[in-house]
């Protein structure tokens, strides 16, 4: 199975995991001036810039246990969205995997989700500091909600997420953690949280808070 990787940093770089006919879809370490988000166009795999109500550039970038790091981060602010599309346009074939990683610490008791989206609405959703469950990450797929608890969400914890595109109902792996072994792919069985979903397709990042 092609397996294709999305690195986002709100704060994240690289993610030593090795797999087997790999490729790079989008990467973006945030590695921008302290200064608004909209109109930053830096990374790779992008059809355009970052499109942001109010989302801030913010220094220093987070750091993480065994994972090598560059760049600052990107600090949602109070009710404020971002996003950018991919520059491959909609992805979604059968027989492929998908990973997306990304950094993520809680400030200032605010909500706050990474959505992916297909052209018209969001499809899979990882939620984090909801009101009713602190410390917790939401993994959402097709009305279908799995939780996982993290020791702390005001902590740096990684978010992988691991997206098997089958003929079919298509399944969603989630690991979330301060302490997270980055240094091989980690096994299914592992996952701190797993849905089943019926066919995915993403075009889109958006982040909001």
């Known amino acids: 199975m092609r397996a294709y990787f999305i690195f986002l940093c709100l704060g994240f770089v690289y993610l ?3 797999t087997s006919q790999a490729e790079l879809l989008a990467y ?13 166009n830096g990374g790779y795999g992008w ?3 970052w499109s942001s109500t109010g989302c801030e ?6 750091a993480y246990t065994n994972l090598e790091t560059v760049g600052n981060v990107m600090q949602l602010v109070g009710n404020k ?12 074939e059968d027989n492929t995997t998908i990973w997306v990683a990304y950094l993520h610490k809680k400030g200032n008791n605010y909500y706050s989700f990474l959505r992916l989206r297909n052209e018209t609405n969001s499809v899979l959703e990882v939620n984090s500091g909801t009101p009713s469950s602190d410390n917790k990450y939401e993994l959402l797929a097709g009305g279908t909600t799995n939780v996982t ?10 978010i992988l997420l691991r997206i098997d595109l089958k003929p079919g109902n298509d399944t969603v792996y989630m690991w979330a953690g301060n302490a997270l072994d980055v240094a091989s ?3 299914t069985n592992t996952a701190d949280a797993v849905l089943t979903v019926s066919d995915l397709s993403l075009y889109n990042i958006y982040v909001k808070c």
């Open 16 to 18: 030593s995991i090795q």
């Open 28 to 40: 973006d370490g945030f590695d921008y001036p302290t200064n608004a988000v909209n109109g930053q």
């Open 47 to 49: 059809s355009g810039e």
């Open 57 to 62: 550039i913010a220094s220093p970038g987070f």
């Open 81 to 92: 969205i971002a996003y950018r599309y991919l520059a491959d346009g909609i992805l979604g």
């Open 149 to 158: 608890t993290v020791s702390s969400i005001n902590a740096t914890n990684l």
């Open 185 to 187: 792919e980690p096994v």
